[in-house]
């Protein structure tokens, strides 16, 4: 068994991210996740059960570590199951590096013992539960590839753990002293917790070559027209007593809060699964799409703290001193939602939402019905006929959320959809 690794950067131009643009568009959210199932050869059960314990995982509370964000768990899982099969099945295109295996060797096999090292090596304290899944997978295999398939799944998570060891993710987050000039962000109320991941634009990227490749233009000033139009959108739409809300986008507001990336994984689960998609279609799926969501989670820390934008809350009790005379200081202002600990500029679900959306579309067409539920409003479902439609509604929930003004919604937008475009062509 021979290995040949080499990290692959491509470059895609607009016209490139325009091209896979035009062959995208969106469904909707999705269900609980499913309880882990024995494979099924040449199914997708395989990919779908360990992303579902590793969702399983991460709800569980003390098992990620605070400083170390999610998306990297993900994006390592679904690589080396995706590189183990691709390795096995003999067609497709390794993301991070390729493995030669001799003889006949079993995918299923191959990508249950990826999935198994990566995550038993990220959260020992579930080895157990992991093990567990792991033989009750190896059971349903042929004996035949089995043991083949075994030791190429261990060489695949070995080589990428091995990739990924010094990627800086392990880095102590420096000190992000407050601002203090109109624009600037500074901690928020009521909490004024410290800024969080700020070093997590220094990780080395999976696939992009540099987290500022995409960077968002530069925010308008303040002074200006579109600044205050913004501001008064999410002034008016977020703040906790707000009359022009309606109570559809309260509750979008609330269904919408949990970790994005989370429901974008529950949306993938119920596409993939109810497609009926093979192994190999899935493992690339799962792989593409928390691969994007991992360099988006790099690319928009680089540019939240590039630019370092206030929030809502901090611009609109200040907006006295942002010098812009269509603007109104309310200094008992408060969103509807607690404020994440982190710079405005792009928005988080936005980029992420539309990454989702741009990766499941090209795989599967614009239209998907899906339902989806919530982690912040457990029985709550939300039906969509569209990918775009869920992307757009979870962007623009942050805006009557009160957290985001549009500024940060279109931005992140775009950054999504240059992230993965980036990767769909990689």
């Not at 070093?199 to 530069?218: E, G, I, K, N």
């Not at 303040?222 to 913004?230: D, E, H, I, M, T």
């Not at 869920?390 to 500024?407: F, K, N, P």
């Amino acid at each position: 068994m021979t290995t040949s690794m080499s990290r692959r950067h491509l470059f895609a131009t607009g016209g490139a991210a325009a091209a896979v643009l035009a062959t995208t568009g969106l469904p909707s959210p999705a269900t609980a996740a499913p309880a882990p199932a024995p494979a099924r050869p040449g199914g997708a059960d395989v990919v779908l059960a360990w992303n579902s314990a590793l969702l399983t995982t991460l709800r569980t509370a003390g098992l990620q570590p605070a400083t170390v964000h999610p998306t990297r768990a993900f994006a390592l899982l679904h690589a080396a199951m995706h590189d183990a099969v691709v390795a096995t099945a003999g067609t497709g295109r390794p993301y991070l590096f390729t493995v030669d295996v001799p003889g006949a060797a079993a995918p299923e096999a191959a990508a249950a013992q990826a999935a198994h090292d990566v995550l038993a090596a990220l959260y020992p304290t579930r080895a157990g539960e992991f093990g567990n899944l792991l033989a009750g997978q190896l059971a349903a295999v042929r004996p035949a590839g089995r043991t083949a398939g075994v030791r190429a799944g261990q060489l695949v998570a070995k080589l990428l753990l091995g990739l990924r060891a010094n990627d800086g993710s392990a880095a102590v987050p420096p000190v992000l002293p407050p601002g203090t000039a109109p624009g600037q962000y500074r901690p928020a109320p009521p909490a004024f917790a410290p800024a969080a991941f700020t070093h997590w634009a220094a990780v080395t990227p999976f696939v992009l070559d540099r987290a500022s490749r995409f960077r968002p233009v530069p925010y308008p000033e303040l002074g200006s027209a579109r600044y205050a139009k913004a501001l008064r959108e999410v002034a008016a739409a977020g703040r906790d007593t707000s009359t022009t809300r309606t109570a559809d986008e309260t509750l979008q507001a609330r269904f919408w809060a949990a970790p994005i990336w989370n429901y974008w994984n529950e949306i993938a689960q119920s596409v993939v699964g109810g497609s009926r998609s093979s192994l190999l279609v899935a493992a690339r799926v799962f792989a593409r799409l928390n691969l994007a969501f991992a360099d988006a989670v790099i690319a928009f820390y680089e540019a939240k703290y590039h630019y370092r934008i206030w929030r809502p809350i901090t611009a609109i009790r200040l907006a006295g001193e942002d010098g812009n005379p269509a603007t109104d200081g309310v200094p008992d202002w408060s969103s509807l939602a607690t404020t994440p600990a982190d710079p405005a500029y792009p928005g988080a679900h936005s980029v992420i939402s539309q990454a989702g959306a741009l990766v499941l579309h090209h795989e599967y067409g614009p239209r998907w019905q899906l339902a989806v539920t919530s982690e912040a409003l457990p029985g709550v479902v939300r039906r969509f006929a569209a990918f775009q439609d869920v992307a757009d509604e979870a962007g623009l929930s942050r805006i009557v959320a009160g957290v985001h003004t549009r500024l940060d919604h279109e931005a992140g937008r775009q950054l999504g959809t240059d992230v993965a475009a980036f990767v769909l062509r990689s």
